[in-house]
């Protein structure tokens, strides 16, 4: 057997096939680890989606074509300070909806809070949620500012049922509240009155979909819709009321029975009582709702002291006037000191007393009616009513313990 021909591997053979091998190894494991980074950062790209809709909601989930999922800060109206607020409730906050995220290992609590290489994210309430693990930064935005989440615009214009806006007379008898999360698990109202075009505006409204409610004071009457809240919008909406509550006349024709309240609007014949809050007295009680004394006026001295204010002027009608009641929401501050109250009218150029109240620490509304115009002792005219005057008279049994005005309004009833 001839075996002359055969040999094995030189070493310069051996040596060039190591490093052949250790080449191709090489190439291969920076390949695999590209594929194994890249699968990483896609994994937390979609956690990180997945904490924004928990945040925010996701923008594709609708019922009937409207929008339904505005996640944490639509259940609770504020941005959650750290991502444990998307998991677990954070105060026993009745508006929390949670848990707004899911944690994929029920045995490692906090791996919603990890991106996919086991390093936090890091969130501390604003609008970025950013990923640190491959070395670089990954960041969501959930928008551009905590404003386009938090501080939208709600508006519109208030009708009757046949197009009639309140007009001067009937403006601050329509309350337009809006019933939003208040950012800390609990509800507030935001409250606006129209102008006489019956246009209003209210702002810093969080997103989400949230109730309104149009209340035609005098009547009680309340129509109830919902706004949809996106970010970074000015929502607009156009509301009737289920009657012609603003045509009480039709060609100078009485066409119903009816209210109308009217508020002070300026400055009256009599001005006696200090102030609290507010440069003028009238401005200190001419509220829709009562600030219940963040403005208020008060007594100066011990003896019976007398505010008037000038009145909105009413619509023409020929209806007629049936009574006229002055209302007047009233307290004081302490126990120490005793105080009484009684709502006024000036007409004539004379003023008439209520009967008296004694006020208590608590605010409580008093009123007084006049059936009758007590100057003439016959029936109001509209005339006597637009230059009517309506006040209040206090009294305190100490100038320190000082009784309280926060509210005075007129209401004004009529029948054909």
């Known amino acids: 057997m001839n075996t002359g021909n055969r040999h094995g591997f030189t070493l ?5 096939t190591i490093v052949i091998i250790g080449i191709l190894v090489t190439v291969a494991f920076r390949s695999g680890t590209a594929v194994y980074n890249t699968a990483k950062v896609e994994e937390t790209k979609q956690e990180l989606d997945a904490l924004a809709f928990a945040t925010v909601g996701n923008p594709d989930l609708q019922n009937n074509g409207v929008r339904s999922d505005f996640g944490y800060v639509g ?7 750290n991502l444990d607020a998307l998991y677990s409730n954070p105060g026993s906050y009745s508006t929390w909806n949670g848990p707004y995220i899911e944690n994929r290992f029920s045995q490692t ?10 390093v936090g994210y890091t969130y501390s309430g604003g609008v970025d949620i950013t990923s640190t693990g491959s070395g670089s930064n990954i960041i969501r935005k959930l928008a551009n500012s905590t404003g386009e989440l938090l501080l939208n615009e709600v508006t519109g214009v208030v009708y009757d049922l046949d197009g009639t ?73 156009e509301y009737y009321l ?78 007629t006037i049936t009574k006229v009641t002055v209302y007047c929401r009233a307290g004081k501050p302490s ?27 608590s605010w409580v509304t008093i009123n007084h009616e006049w059936t009758t115009n007590p100057n003439t002792s016959v029936a109001w005219t509209w005339s006597e009513i637009e230059a009517l005057e309506c006040g209040v008279s206090m009294v305190s049994s100490s100038s320190t313990w000082k009784g309280q005005c926060t509210q005075v309004y007129v209401e004004v009833d009529y029948e054909p």
């Open 165 to 237: 806006p309140p007009g001067d007379t009937y403006k601050d008898s329509v309350s337009i509240d809006l019933i939003v999360p208040d950012g800390v698990g609990g509800m507030a109202t935001a409250t606006t009155t129209p102008d006489a075009g019956g246009y209003f505006s209210l702002d810093s409204t969080p997103i989400g979909n949230h109730d309104i409610e149009i209340i035609y004071i005098p009547d009680d009457d309340t129509l109830k819709r919902f706004v949809t809240v996106l970010p970074s919008s000015s929502i607009y909406g």
């Open 75 to 81: 259940d609770v109206g504020a941005m959650p300070t």
């Open 12 to 16: 310069i053979e051996l040596v060039l």
């Open 335 to 361: 126990d120490l000191a005793s105080a009484s109250a009684k709502p006024v009218i000036r007409t004539y150029g004379t003023v008439y007393e209520g009967s008296s109240s004694s006020l208590t620490t």
């Open 109 to 118: 609590a906090d791996d919603y809070k990890k991106d996919a290489w086991g």
């Open 242 to 319: 289920p009657s012609n509550v603003w045509d009480t006349s039709s060609g100078g024709e009485c066409s119903g029975a009816g209210s109308v309240t009217l508020r002070p609007m300026g400055v009256g014949l009599q001005t006696e009582h200090s102030t609290l809050g507010c440069s003028a007295n009238w401005e200190c009680v001419d509220e829709v709702t009562a600030d219940e004394g963040t403005t208020h006026i008060q007594t100066t001295g011990t003896s019976w002291l007398t505010d008037t204010y000038t009145t909105e002027d009413p619509e023409a009608s020929s209806c």
